[in-house]
């Protein structure tokens, strides 16, 4: 149970920096912002852009720096990318409906994910893109006979791009004359050993960044004006006007806020599965909004909450399902995921830790 | 099968061939856009599982013509396969609608879009030799013998097509005025208000969802029998946003502009996949922005949600009141 219930906490991570983009804009103006998965999709194309262009190695860094470097600068653009495009689609699609009911709204956040999907399919192809790994290059001189770690041998100048490597080593096989051989041929410059980070450690890393990232945002909508002002807002927005608090601003604000966490949930899910295509926010997103909805829509630890515990949930359900004989049962870990969905909406539709709302006549 | 005799004995042209598949497809995304408009604009609820419907119902014809195949005669076959399918896809309908139905607004939505997603992925992971996978399952041709040339049979579905439309346009024109009806537009419009004036609003909200799943399923069933073919991958989320497309742009609770819009678009989306070129390849670009472009400027639909001939008298009315 226990890989499982780690690479669930990975995922879950994961859905929960998508799910807060859901969640803090839910609040706001109870809108169930459709196209924040391709708000996702657009920053992790960003990231893929910024790691497949940027080459820290000419600088002759110490090693592990120019992978932590690169990364950082990736998930600094995903995030500005992001919340770019949150704010430019609330001011351009859904300022002008926002008075005009809940699904003239729904129906333009549809329209608008579809946009940014096709959109992005007609400007850089449908095709999945390898997403470059968080890999650590090592240059070596003589190789030893036997792969201690799995091998990836790539010429130098395909250690910077995207490129499938020329050759793999898994662990424990020799390394044998085919592949000194190829190495030779392929090697313009020198070898070089690319070891890939297990799928576990990058999922650490995810886990890592949510907590960085949870205080910050309770800092940022528990303590600065801003926060409370979105608090205010998210109460009563007529109110909040009258007040004087500038409603237009708060939501962007919000927007933005939401994109740029989306953001770094988008190279994070890429990251770990190592690649990205313009339909690749459609599920995460849908998922994430379940994790939304579980934690209780419009509460920001719930959407943490959610998150996690849908990411082991579609983790170690069908692995417990396999284990009691059932041998497909990961193929319907996504009917699990919507199923669990429709209960949580029936039986406690404000979640776990949202709070209930009673009609008024 | 000497079915529908001399009708097959016609020989469709070219341009005669594209008109009869825009005229089909027009008739499968008009019973969409009716079931959607029964839910969605007179019943007031908001649905988004029009695609899981629709999938129930074109497996369930499908799965009914391939076990009965030979068995019965031709027509009685295909009329019983529709049949069955608006009942599993109605059955489908009462499964999610009846414990979701109680839910608020786009909490309903969401539910119904989780269970269109349950059962594309659900149809997906069945056995290749059941159901054909994701790889999609053949519909054998239930009303005419397989060795008639293709464009036979389209002929005959442009007629079939057409009435069954007509059918239930005018059953639902009626439906909505009955009693009952009007008891269905009172609940869409305020559920509290309706109740109460003595209006149970579980009954005429139910009635109204399993009616739109039984068309949605209809509309499926036509469709794989046309197609002779039935894959998961049709009946995606873009299946329904289609669908709404259609049903806003002739505006939301209008039957007749339904049935307009759906020839307008399927027939315009038609033009746009035959002449190619870039505006083809942008097709979707285009689709997502009317979208867009509708809700903020014309959220009620271009016929501001009256029926065509309203509309046009309306228009004749402003055209007379103008002095020369």
Redesign the interface.
């Known amino acids: 149970v226990i890989p499982y219930l780690v690479n669930g906490l990975g995922l879950g991570a994961v859905y929960a920096f998508i799910a807060l983009g859901y969640t803090m804009v839910y609040g706001i103006i109870q809108l ?1 912002n459709f196209a924040h998965g391709e708000f996702v999709m657009v920053g992790a194309f960003a990231g893929w852009f910024v790691l497949a262009t940027l080459d820290l190695d000419a600088l002759a860094l110490p090693q592990p720096l120019p992978i932590l470097v690169s990364f950082f600068v990736a998930l600094l653009a995903a995030s500005l990318a992001a919340g770019t495009l949150a704010v430019v689609v609330e001011r351009l ?1 859904y300022r ?2 926002r008075k ?9 956040a ?6 940014l ?3 992005a ?2 400007l850089g192809g449908a095709a999945p893109r390898a997403y470059p790994e968080p890999r650590v290059f090592h240059e070596v001189d003589a190789l030893p006979a036997v792969a201690p770690a799995n091998l990836y041998v790539v010429a130098r100048d395909d250690a910077t791009d995207d490129a499938e490597p020329a050759l793999v080593v898994r662990e424990g096989q020799p390394i044998d004359q085919a592949a000194r051989e190829r190495m030779r041929t392929t090697g313009e410059g020198r070898p070089y050993h690319v070891q890939s980070l297990p799928r576990e450690a990058k999922q650490g890393f995810v886990l890592l960044a949510l907590a960085v990232w949870a205080p910050v945002l309770w800092f940022l909508v528990k303590r600065t004006r801003m926060g409370k002002a979105m608090r205010a807002v998210s109460q009563d927005m007529s109110a909040a006007a009258l007040m004087g608090i500038p409603i237009d601003r708060v939501v962007a604000a919000t927007f933005f806020l939401g994109g740029v966490v989306g953001g770094v949930g988008g190279v994070a899910y890429c990251a770990t599965y190592g690649s990205v295509d313009p339909l690749m926010g459609f599920l995460p997103g ?1 998922k994430a ?2 994790a939304a ?1 579980l934690g209780g829509i419009g509460s920001i630890p719930g959407a943490i909450l959610g998150g996690l515990l849908l990411g082991v949930i579609e983790s170690v359900v069908p692995y417990l399902l396999r284990e009691a004989g059932w041998h ?1 049962a990961f ?2 870990k ?2 699990v995921a ?2 669990l ?2 209960v949580v ?2 039986v406690r ?1 404000w979640g776990l830790l949202g709070r209930p709302i009673r ?1 008024k ?1 | 099968m000497a079915t529908a005799g001399p009708l097959l004995a016609i020989a469709l042209s070219g341009e005669q061939l594209w008109w009869a598949n825009v005229l089909v497809l027009t008739s499968v995304y008009a019973l969409f856009a009716l079931s959607l408009n029964l839910t969605n604009g007179h019943g007031g609820m908001f649905s988004l599982g029009l695609h899981g419907f629709a999938a129930i119902g074109g497996y369930a014809a499908a799965w009914l013509t391939v076990a009965t195949l030979g068995s019965l005669p031709g027509p009685l076959l295909f009329l019983l396969s529709l049949g069955f399918a608006m009942v599993v896809a109605a059955v489908g309908g009462a499964v999610i609608g009846i414990p979701c139905l109680r839910l608020r607004g786009d909490y309903l939505a969401i539910a119904t879009l989780g269970f269109g997603e349950i059962v594309r992925k659900a149809i997906e992971n069945t056995p290749v030799h059941a159901l054909g996978g994701s790889l999609g399952y053949h519909v054998p041709r239930a009303m005419i013998d397989p060795s008639d040339s293709r464009s036979d049979f389209r002929l005959l579905f442009v007629g079939i097509g057409a009435a069954l439309v007509l059918l239930v346009a005018t059953v639902l024109r009626n439906a909505v005025r009955s009693s009952r009806g009007r008891a269905m537009l009172a609940v869409a419009q305020d559920e509290t208000a309706a109740s109460l004036l003595g209006v149970d609003p579980a009954r005429p909200k139910i009635t109204a969802f399993l009616i739109g799943a039984a068309l949605a399923g209809l509309g499926g069933a036509l469709a794989a029998h046309f197609e002779g073919r039935v894959a998961p991958a049709d009946f995606s989320l873009m299946l329904t946003v289609k669908v709404f497309l259609i049903v806003v742009f002739g505006g939301l609770g209008s039957i007749s502009g339904c049935v307009l819009a759906a020839f307008v678009l399927v027939a315009a989306e038609q033009l746009l996949t035959r002449t190619g070129g870039a505006v083809a390849e942008w097709k979707e670009v285009l689709y997502a922005l009317l979208l867009i472009l509708l809700m903020i400027f014309r959220p009620r639909g271009i016929l501001g949600g009256r029926e065509v001939h309203e509309a046009v008298r309306d228009a004749w009315r402003g055209l007379r009141r103008r002095p020369a």
């Open positions: 169930i699609a002008p409906v005009a009911g809940r699904i003239a709204a729904l129906l333009t549809v329209g608008v994910s579809l946009l999907q096709n959109l399919i007609r849908l909004f379940v909805v497909d193929a319907w996504d009917v919507f199923a969905l429709i909406l029936l539709p009609e006549v």
